[in-house]
T-cell receptor, first 114, second 115 residues
Framework: EDKVVQSPLSLVVHEGDTVTLNCSYEVTNFRSLLWYKQEKKAPTFLFMLTSSGIEKKSGRLSSILDKKELSSILNITATQTGDSAIYLCASPNAGGTSYGKLTFGQGTILTVHP | DTGVSQNPRHKITKRGQNVTFRCDPISEHNRLYWYRQTLGQGPEFLTYFQNEAQLEKSRLLSDRFSAERPKGSFSTLEIQRTEQGDSAMYLC?????????????FGPGTRLTVL
């Protein structure tokens, strides 16, 4: 059964700090790893990673995949209170009738204090 | 708003009652997924439809749970004889069959509280 594990489970920082969130995966027929941000409602898509070593960047957020280590990290620099959220990583099922079904990690709860 | 919608947004019920949730996907999306998220956990897959066909059900989906998508458009998720352990956020997502996995759009969820 596919498995995705995130660490830490929670993190409390002050504005301006840089944080690194971790995600490891054990997925049959791995195709991609996804990162989502979830504030009090639905998860919103951040990044899709398919190739090892290629950094994806969006503003202060960046992410990279390491297929050798079966892991990914999400970095947030110069954190702001608006970054407070649950960050989820997930891997989609790659084929068959379950195509697209997402296996999520437990999430990392990030709290940014002013 | 042309996103995924879910109703109701909140539901409080007493143990033993039946509840039904509705999901309206983005209109051209033929794939529809249900997930359940409990406090402190990531969403867990429950079931998946391609058009009106229910292609997979998780082991999490006990006999008390049933989902339908009768005309391949909206979907309903029914929980019979609710238990306190059913309290969770129920998320619906939809995507195109030709889309990539990350192009799965989530609805706002229905938060169920079973007293």
């Amino acid at each position: 059964e596919d498995k995705v594990v995130q660490s830490p489970l929670s993190l409390v920082v002050h504005e301006g700090d840089t944080v690194t969130l971790n995600c490891s995966y054990e997925v049959t027929n791995f195709r991609s790893l996804l990162w989502y941000k979830q504030e009090k409602k639905a998860p919103t898509f951040l990044f899709m990673l398919t190739s090892s070593g290629i950094e994806k960047k969006s503003g202060r957020l960046s992410s990279i995949l390491d297929k050798k280590e079966l892991s990914s990290i999400l970095n947030i620099t110069a954190t702001q209170t608006g970054d407070s959220a649950i960050y989820l990583c997930a891997s989609p099922n790659a084929g068959g009738t379950s195509y697209g079904k997402l296996t999520f990690g437990q999430g990392t709860i990030l709290t940014v204090h002013p | 708003d042309t996103g995924v919608s879910q109703n109701p947004r909140h539901k409080i019920t007493k143990r033993g009652q039946n509840v039904t949730f509705r999901c309206d996907p983005i209109s051209e999306h033929n794939r529809l997924y249900w997930y359940r998220q409990t406090l402190g956990q990531g969403p867990e897959f429950l079931t998946y439809f391609q058009n009106e066909a229910q292609l997979e059900k998780s082991r999490l989906l006990s006999d008390r749970f049933s989902a339908e998508r009768p005309k391949g458009s909206f979907s309903t998720l029914e929980i019979q004889r609710t238990e306190q352990g059913d309290s969770a956020m129920y998320l619906c997502a939809s995507s195109r069959s030709t889309g990539q996995a990350h192009e799965q759009f989530f609805g706002p969820g229905t938060r169920l509280t079973v007293l």
